[in-house]
């Protein structure tokens, strides 16, 4: 088993590599958002306000020594903004993988709220609109799985059960292919489940209305899916074994440059990119770049609209008599094998 600080995962692009991660909030200073995640909000109102603050945990294991702590302090996600407004559901989202298969468990304690007292988790989710949720209610005393699909919600799934405030409880989800089940401080409280609306997304964090909900000790096992941008670097080194070197660039996240996505060395993925690299994103304009060996062009990679999203660096092998219109032709058919498959910048990084 391996333990990853966040978002260091660039090693985790292998098909079919078992995995976890693990989210350590004591790495990162109090009062701040943690990297690595972005907050949405699903729903109306105000922003949410995620911070990571100190509070008393007890251990996962109990104590050897009746001597020994019964909690320690420590940091926890929280999620503080009290927006009274009904339809207002704070997600803080982890952008760093989007998961197939796997099992996400965290523990969560609902602190206080008003109009509503709830905290959950999202899964598989494409956007704030679209995504997965099991939730907790302190004052309805619920466990229930819902999702949501284009903005509407689905009738919600399961029990009535107590769900004391200012408690630490451990909330569980495994997704198999289509199956779901989902735990509560170690039951299978709600039967398993079956849906085809997501087989894929990321996972986050989840409150509602006013609540005020604290998340610690929360991990994920799963299945390391291949990037589609990493599958389209590889199908293309099968087709064109003589290439120099392949590289997809995009912009993505909180970064202000392009950076490597997929590249035939892998080593490379995560560098950032240069100004050529942003100009052809930003521009769709070819550029070419020739050396005493090599020649390399930079082309777009667009979208479904037509839109570039990220840019290809096909190095090649120069030759005598080598020009920017016949490099050109040499990348093309390349980047046109890759573009048949790619619809959106989300379903590139995914």
């Known amino acids: 088993m391996r333990h990853f600080p966040l978002v260091i995962l660039a090693a985790l692009t292998l098909p079919l590599a078992a995995a976890e991660l693990t989210f350590d909030f004591s790495k990162f200073p109090p009062d701040k958002s943690p990297p690595g995640f972005r907050a949405l909000l699903a729903g109306e109102g105000r922003p949410p306000d995620w911070r990571i603050v100190l509070d008393e945990v007890p251990p996962l294991l109990a104590p050897l020594s009746g001597k020994a702590p019964v909690v320690t302090r420590r940091a ?51 956007d704030e609109r679209n995504f997965y949720v099991v939730r907790a209610s302190v004052f309805d005393n619920t466990f ?35 199956q779901i089940r989902c735990q509560l401080n170690g039951r299978e409280v709600i039967p398993p489940l079956g849906d085809t609306s997501f087989a894929r997304g990321r996972i ?41 070197g392949l590289k997809i660039h995009a912009i993505h996240g909180d970064v202000a440059l392009p950076r490597v996505v997929a590249s035939r060395d892998a080593a490379d993925v995560g560098k950032t990119g240069g100004t050529t690299e942003m100009a052809v994103i930003k521009e769709g304009t070819p550029y070419y770049v020739k050396d005493r060996k090599n020649v390399s062009v930079i082309l777009p990679l667009r979208d479904r609209n037509g839109d570039p999203i990220a840019a290809v660096r096909v ?20 980047v046109k094998q890759m573009q048949a498959s790619v619809t959106t910048l989300e379903d590139l990084l995914q």
């Open 204 to 244: 986050g964090f989840w409150t509602k209305s006013d609540s005020v909900g604290y998340f610690a000790d929360t991990r994920i096992t799963y299945t390391a899916a291949e990037m589609l941008a990493q599958k389209l670097v590889r199908d293309a080194l099968t087709k064109y074994p003589r290439l120099r």
């Open 315 to 334: 190095t090649m092998e120069s030759f005598t008599g080598q020009t920017q219109q016949n490099a050109l032709v040499r990348a093309q058919p390349i």
């Open 76 to 126: 926890v996600l929280a999620q503080l903004s009290q927006d009274p407004t009904d339809e207002h559901f704070p997600l803080l989202v982890y952008e760093g993988e989007t998961f197939t298969d796997f099992t996400l468990t965290t523990r969560f304690k609902v602190v206080r709220g008003t109009r509503d007292q709830m905290a959950g988790m999202v899964f598989r989710l494409k």
């Open 144 to 178: 229930r799985f819902y999702k949501v699909v284009d903005g509407q919600r689905s009738a919600p799934i399961g029990p009535p059960i107590e769900i004391p405030a200012g408690t630490w409880h451990e909330l569980q989800v495994e997704c198999k292919g289509t």
